[in-house]
Nanobody, 124 residues
Framework: VQLQASGGGLVQAGGSLRLSCATP????????MGWFRQAPGKAREFVAA????????YYADSVKGRFTISRDNAKITVYLQMDNLKPEDTAVYYC??????????????????WGQGTLVTVSS
């Protein structure tokens, strides 16, 4: 099972982008979905996540107040609205889903399925 991430691109600092992550659909049971990113030469890091039941959201400190994670329950799709983008946000962004019990929503090992990644480039 692979998730389908899209929406990346090139944007100037201060601009906005909206990433989307589609799942296989209604039969796909989700406990939580998250976004991670990996910049060149750096480790993959947590960006944002949402628990599917209840909708509680979590954000990395570096994006809090600028990024918003949301969902479409019918499509089982998650979005990442990124505003006031900075050059340091440049990275490949990955979406992921957790379909079972989750110990820490901020850790990549908590997620079972991943998208292929979408590149976000923010120019100064």
């Amino acid at each position: 099972v692979q998730l389908q991430a899209s929406g990346g691109g090139l944007v100037q600092a201060g601009g906005s982008l909206r990433l989307s992550c589609a799942t296989p659909g209604r039969a796909f049971s989700v406990n939580a979905m998250g976004w991670f990113r990996q910049a060149p030469g750096k480790a993959r890091e947590f960006v944002a996540a949402m628990k599917w039941i209840g909708g509680h959201t979590y954000y990395a400190d570096s994006v809090k107040g600028r990024f918003t994670i949301s969902r479409d329950n019918a499509k089982i799709t998650v979005y990442l609205q990124m505003d006031n983008l900075k050059p340091e946000d440049t990275a490949v962004y990955y979406c992921a889903s957790s379909n079972g019990a989750i110990t820490s929503i901020r850790l990549s090992r908590s997620y079972s399925y991943w998208g292929q990644g979408t590149l976000v480039t923010v120019s100064s």
